[in-house]
């Protein structure tokens, strides 16, 4: 996915450096961007009316928990603060936005969602689940996508566009920082910047290897009603190391692609809404 993989890194510069996509490299048309309210991480991504990335802003999320809102001031101020920084960066007001949520949450939560949105001054455009925002950005009509997030793995399956199935466990990056902070006896705060740290991410990943297991087990068992199904396609924070595919196709028995910058990839899916105006 050479050209999937450019776009994301493309958009992943603009978030780490803070830059815009200059007004003249832009496709004409309005701006439609996507809200990622995520346990570990919140991103706002910007894109143009041909799906080009434009700017990003990404904060770490503390008001969020498997996609149940549970500080809704601190929710709202973080979105509200990334809508107004990107404004100023741009020059323009960003007035509409899409978000997701994991597959199968309380219509409750779900609304609770969309209301984050609204609360922080955005018409809201759609609500989507989010491995399938993740297909929309990848192009897949057929197949399947894993969402590895902080708190959950989401699931969806489709063929010709159809999703067949949606999946949403309480598994996630989260689990991998509790077996962290339990094997080095270390503090909550600490476990997490070590799962971060790019010379320790060998060491981390043995330690959280169970939690990966235990990931690609629940994975195996949806699309155990799906042998066709012989790509999985994994995103999200949550699986962006080295060892993360190894593990995955060893249980599953089937190809596993991770794209480039796999956290980014269900924000700029979220972006790609129809009927920007």
């Known amino acids: 996915m050479p050209g999937i993989d450019d776009t994301l890194r493309a958009f992943g510069d603009l978030v780490r450096t803070g830059a815009i996509l200059p007004q003249e490299a832009r496709a004409q048309g309005p701006l439609r961007v996507g809200v990622d309210l995520g346990t570990a991480n919140l991103v706002l991504a910007v894109v143009d009316a041909a799906g080009q990335p434009v700017a990003g802003a990404t904060q770490r999320s503390g008001g969020i928990r498997d996609g ?55 018409e809201l455009a759609e609500i989507i689940d989010e491995p399938v925002a993740a297909a929309r950005l990848l192009g897949l009509r057929d197949g399947a996508v894993v969402d590895v997030g902080g708190g959950t793995t989401g699931i969806s399956v489709l063929e010709g566009g159809k999703v067949l199935a949606s999946v949403d466990e309480a598994t996630g990056g989260t689990h991998m920082t509790l077996v962290l902070a339990g094997a080095m006896r270390l503090s909550l705060e600490a476990a997490e910047a070590m799962k971060h740290d790019p010379a320790q991410a060998g060491e981390v990943f043995a330690l959280v290897r169970p939690v990966v297991d235990k990931m690609a087990a629940i994975v195996a068992e949806v699309l155990a009603r799906f042998p066709r199904m012989d790509t999985v396609h994994v995103v999200g924070g949550a699986c962006s190391f080295e060892g993360f595919v190894p593990v995955f196709e060893k249980h599953l028995g089937r190809k596993v692609i991770k794209p480039a910058e796999p956290l980014l990839v269900t924000p700029l899916g979220i972006a790609l809404y129809e009927g920007a105006r």
């Open 68 to 122: 149940i809102v549970v500080d809704w001031p601190a929710t709202v101020r973080a979105v509200r603060q990334m809508k107004a920084e990107l404004e100023a960066r741009l020059g323009q007001p960003l007035p509409r936005a899409a978000t997701a949520i994991p597959p199968g949450i309380h219509p409750g939560s779900s609304k609770a969602i969309g209301n984050v949105l609204e609360a922080a001054d955005f």
